[in-house]
Structures are given as structure tokens and as C-alpha cells.
């Protein structure tokens, strides 16, 4: 008898991570929701054969990888290997609540038609705090995550936003597919906001879920404000601004897009920053005649109209300085064609 494939597959990319990855196992072990499996890549560790499933109590699998191939490519080759209706996304330094797997069951059921939610992340170091509830984006190119080091007590229900943080992120598994999943020449950073801004030209919404909750380290790994963060921020951000928006905002916004660059190269002796910064940007625009190849490819493909896309943009300036969080009343209503199954029925049997 073949066994059937689980509602969720959790997938946990783990480079270095042995601080945090029994932490974040144990997390998953203590879940109330019991239908789902578990994909750990090893990607490239030094510490990758002390990883250790061996206390889960639901079915787990490492995979590994000779090198460090990156979030976004590590998470495309467990995303390839999945069974499960949907992907949940985790970090090895997010440690979920018992309840966030029931709290997204819960979601899918009362969502029918959502293909992305996004969980509340709360500092480990101080969980009053918010790590972020949901990603936002300005058409001036820039992203954060909502409210972060904000009181927790500002999010109160669920919301809309732009797209979800993937340090612990759903998506439903075909959908995330049928988009192409993630941007694997990002290797790291801003491929979720890349990915939430796709998910969105192809026409689908992302829920923010109050009761999905984690514990967050927050580049615990990469570590903030590295030289690493800063190239891959820099160079990535200006890829997701050639890929996704559509003309003609893209014309409009590309000058104040260059003009950014150009005071970063400025800023850069000041901040002590310049050669890494000056490097980033000259690699994003050596990839120029390759990013806007992918850029026509994504927009010939783009399903949601151009009110619709943009709507789910950030335009208050404030919030967009201030790093406040944009997350918006969720809208009632139903995609064109039949829904696909949630899948949801999997949890009854």
C-alpha cells in the first residue's frame, strides 16, 4: 500500500545551523498539527553530519548538498523532492509556537483560494517584539518587513500584505512551482520578496496569519549588516525592481531607482561601506541584458492586472521610511476558474 503524501512539507535549509537546528527541530517535534513530514538540506555544512532527526516523530529526511548552493536554489531542490499539498518554509533560527502548523491548517480551510500565508515572527531575544508580520514593497524598490522591533500587541488579526517573510512562510506547492519558485541566481536575500512580488503578477494574494507564530533570531547565520548581507541586499534589490514591475511604473520609478545607486555610491566612504556596495551594483548591472530577458519573460506571463499589482504595493511614504507595517483588510472574494482542492482533507483522516 502506498502511503499518502502528507498536507505539509516542512523544509528547513540549514547551512552552519547547528547552534539553532535542534532547537528548531524540537519546535516542530512539540507541533500539535501532525500531518506533515520534514526535508532538512544539509547545504554545504561543516557540521552537517551532526544533524540528528532522529527525535521527530513524523517522517523526516536529510538531503544533502556537497556545496553551499544558497536559500533560494536550497529551498527549489527540497521544494522538487516535497510531497505535501503545501511547503512550509522555516529557518533553522525560527522556532515555531506548538500551534503554528494548526493555525495555518486552520487558515487553508477558512482561506479556500489563498495560496500564501505569511506567520508572525517575534524576537527570540525578546518575543513582545515583532521580528515582522509580512513583507512590503515600494516601487521606489525598496522592502521590509512590517513593524519589526514594534510591540507584538499591534497585530491583532489577520491581514493582507505584499508577500510573506520565508524564514517561515506557506505556499501551496503547485503554485509555487507553476511560478518557477525561487530567483536561484539571488543565492540569498530578497528572494522571498522577489517570489511574493511573481506570486502577485500571477494573479495570487498573501494572507498574514496572527495565530502562525515563531521565534526569530534574524541573520543569525549570515549575520546583520555583514559585508555578505550588504552585497546580496544591494545587488538583489535592484534585480527585483528590473524583474517585476510592470511599465509603466517601471519607467517612471527607474530614474529615482539610478538616482538611490548613485547616493549609495556617495554615502559609501562615509559608511565605510563603498567597496562592497560599489561592487553589488556593478554586478547587478554587468547581469542587465540577462535580467531584463527574465524581466520580459515574467511580464508576458503576468495574469493580474496592472491596478490589481499595484494596489499591493506600499505608496505612504511614511510607512515606507518609517518601516511601518502596510498590512491591509482582507478582501472576500474569488479567483476566476474553479479552486483548486486546499488538500485540507488529508488532517480528517
Request: contains cysteine; hydrophobic residues 45%.
Amino acid at each position: 500500500m502506498v502511503a499518502r503524501a502528507p498536507l505539509i512539507t516542512v523544509l528547513v535549509v540549514a547551512y552552519n545551523s547547528g547552534t539553532y537546528l535542534p532547537r528548531c527541530l524540537a519546535a516542530l517535534e512539540a507541533q500539535t498539527f501532525r500531518d506533515f513530514d520534514v526535508l532538512v538540506l544539509d547545504n554545504g555544512s561543516p557540521d552537517g553530519d551532526d544533524i540528528d532527526l532522529s527525535n521527530l516523530g513524523v517522517p523526516a529526511k536529510v538531503v544533502r548538498s556537497p556545496e553551499n548552493i544558497g536559500f533560494a536554489a536550497g529551498n527549489n531542490l527540497l521544494a522538487r523532492q516535497a510531497q505535501g499539498t503545501w511547503l512550509a518554509l522555516l529557518n533553522p533560527d525560527a522556532f515555531a509556537d506548538p500551534g503554528w502548523l494548526q493555525a495555518f491548517a486552520d487558515a487553508v480551510v477558512r482561506y479556500d483560494g489563498i495560496s500564501v500565508f505569511g506567520s508572525t515572527q517575534l524576537l527570540d531575544s525578546d518575543p513582545a517584539l515583532l521580528d515582522g508580520a509580512g513583507d512590503h514593497y515600494s516601487p521606489l524598490g525598496l522592502a521590509w518587513r512590517g513593524d519589526r522591533l514594534k510591540p507584538a500587541s499591534l497585530v491583532t488579526e489577520d491581514a493582507e500584505v505584499m508577500g510573506p517573510c520565508a524564514a517561515a512562510a506557506f505556499y501551496r506547492r503547485d503554485v509555487f512551482e507553476a511560478v518557477g519558485g525561487f530567483a536561484e541566481t539571488y543565492f540569498c536575500y530578497y528572494e522571498d520578496v522577489e517570489l511574493g512580488l511573481r506570486f502577485r503578477l500571477a494573479g495570487e494574494r498573501c494572507i498574514q496569519l496572527v495565530g502562525a507564530r515563531v521565534r526569530h533570531v534574524a541573520s543569525a547565520i549570515a549575520g546583520e549588516n555583514s559585508d555578505f548581507s550588504r552585497y546580496h541586499i544591494t545587488r538583489n534589490r535592484i534585480w527585483t525592481f528590473l524583474r517585476t514591475m510592470p511599465a509603466p511604473v517601471f519607467h517612471l520609478f527607474l530614474p529615482l531607482l539610478l538616482a538611490q545607486l548613485a547616493l549609495i555610491v556617495l554615502l559609501g566612504p562615509v559608511r565605510g561601506d563603498s567597496p562592497v556596495r560599489v561592487r553589488a551594483i556593478r554586478d547587478a548591472l554587468r547581469a542587465f541584458p540577462a535580467v531584463m530577458k527574465q524581466r520580459a519573460e515574467i511580464q508576458a506571463g503576468r495574469k493580474a492586472g496592472k491596478c490589481t499589482f499595484l494596489s499591493a504595493l506600499s505608496w505612504n511614504p511614511v510607512k515606507i521610511f518609517a518601516s511601518e507595517g502596510d498590512r491591509r483588510p482582507i478582501r472576500r472574494e474569488n479567483k476566476a476558474g474553479p479552486v483548486p482542492s486546499t488538500g485540507v482533507e488529508h488532517a480528517a483522516d
